[in-house]
């Protein structure tokens, strides 16, 4: 541990990063069973998905603080090495809330001996380097089987990937969270006719695969979590239904750890930005809000925000190998729903991008390396709305948030 500790000074004194990764794979490789050790008596939520993992983990970080220290990978390192820091860093801890890799998560969730599984949804995300989505959902499927069932699994309904993958586990609760973006399962992932989809969920015409009941849901209004003693009120500083139902299944979560649903809300509801996620800040005089697109369901979930907003639209693009090399996920994101909209693009594939918003009917108004041009054309008062990818984003959060 005092090696990995000493790789992750070196980093962050060398300027490469925030060394969280670095020192885990230190650690790992001088202990290749440290997650087992660390982890040992913790009481460990262990939470994947494609979108909205980072944000739903702090949420279940902060309702267990109301009961005891939380080891957390706050920074989003949801790898071995990044979870092996967390746990590293606080090993008095009595919890640990964890965001893990799609792809990682039955080796990191067996090596923790997770109490608590949370898994919210899957969708086409850095397909050159990983797994297609049934892919991922086979291997959440294979882990679900081998579960002992004592580990609880709290798994969106809404989802067909996510309900196909899970039902095999031996204790499961399920809470609809939504789903934005449904291309990814257009099929069944039992038998492979096309699903139906209609006001009570989704069902397969061939097979009966169907929307299972959910004892946790959010109401129609948004501003309510229904669980099974009845509706809590939520009102969230941070934007977005699909944030309402990450805060269902985090609080479904975090009852089973003994936090009950109104304490648990309290505690989401102050949190107003994860790790750079919706943060705001003052770029050129111009108020300007950061959020996270780094794949079509994610940027249709940030329409939600985006469209009815007044601000200056900014679209950010990068296609470094965190981002996945591959920027043709652009032509999958509706961004149709937003013409004749005035946007700038910028990021390293601006120009990628702009020919995809004009082929959608927006209205470029500039194109630039650094998004912040942007405030060159903006009205006076005119707020800016920057949507960023993975790496993007990571560089706007630092000059933002210093
Ligand atoms: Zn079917």
């Not at 939504?178 to 069902?203: H, N």
């Not at 907003?309 to 950010?316: D, F, K, R």
């Not at 918003?357 to 709305?385: C, H, K, N, R, W």
Request: with cysteine.
């Amino acid at each position: 541990m005092a090696a990995g500790r000493a790789a992750s000074m070196a980093s962050r004194l060398l300027g490469r990063g925030r060394g969280q990764v670095i020192g885990g794979r230190v650690m790992l490789k001088l202990d290749p069973r440290l997650l087992e050790q660390l982890s040992a008596g913790m009481d460990v939520t262990a939470v994947s998905a494609t979108n909205g993992k980072s944000t739903t983990t702090r949420m279940i970080a902060e309702a267990l603080r109301t009961r005891g220290p939380v080891a957390h990978n706050l920074t989003g390192a949801n790898m071995a090495p990044g979870v092996a820091t967390a746990l590293a860093d606080h090993r008095k801890a009595p919890y640990a809330a964890l965001e893990i890799d799609e792809a990682h998560l039955p080796a990191v969730a067996k090596a923790t001996g997770a109490a608590r599984l949370v898994l919210i949804n899957l969708s086409r995300d850095q397909l050159d380097r990983g797994s297609e989505v049934k892919m991922l959902a086979e291997r959440w499927r294979q882990m679900a089987a081998q579960l002992p069932s004592q580990t609880e699994v709290f798994a969106n309904a809404d989802d067909p990937m996510v309900v196909w993958a899970a039902q095999a586990a031996p204790n499961i609760t399920w809470v609809g969270c939504g789903q934005w973006w449904t291309e990814d399962s257009a099929l069944c992932p039992e038998c492979g006719a096309a699903l139906r989809r209609d006001q009570a969920g989704w069902s397969c015409p061939r097979c009966g695969l169907a929307r299972p009941p959910a004892e946790w849901f959010v109401a129609p209004d948004a501003a309510h979590i229904v669980t099974p003693a009845g509706a809590v009120p939520i009102r969230l500083a941070l934007p977005g239904r699909f944030n309402v139902g990450n805060a269902a299944i985090a609080a479904a979560a975090v009852q089973a750890a003994g936090v009950a649903p109104e304490l648990a809300v309290k505690a989401f509801e102050r949190i107003s930005d994860v790790d750079g996620r919706y943060v705001r800040a003052c770029v050129d005089g111009h108020e300007t809000r950061l959020l996270l697109g780094k794949n079509p369901a994610s940027w249709t979930e940030m329409m939600e925000l985006v469209a009815p907003s007044e601000a200056l639209l900014v679209t950010v693009l990068n296609a470094r190998g965190a981002d996945g090399r591959d920027p043709s996920w652009i032509w999958d994101v509706p961004f149709e729903r937003l013409a004749p909209r005035r946007c700038w693009v910028a990021g390293e594939r601006r120009f990628d991008l702009a020919v995809r918003l004009d082929t959608a009917g927006l209205d470029i108004a500039g194109v630039s390396l650094d998004p912040f041009d942007a405030a060159g054309v903006a009205a006076e008062g005119q707020g800016l709305d920057v949507v960023a990818n993975y790496t993007a984003f990571q560089e706007l959060r630092a000059r933002l948030v210093p």
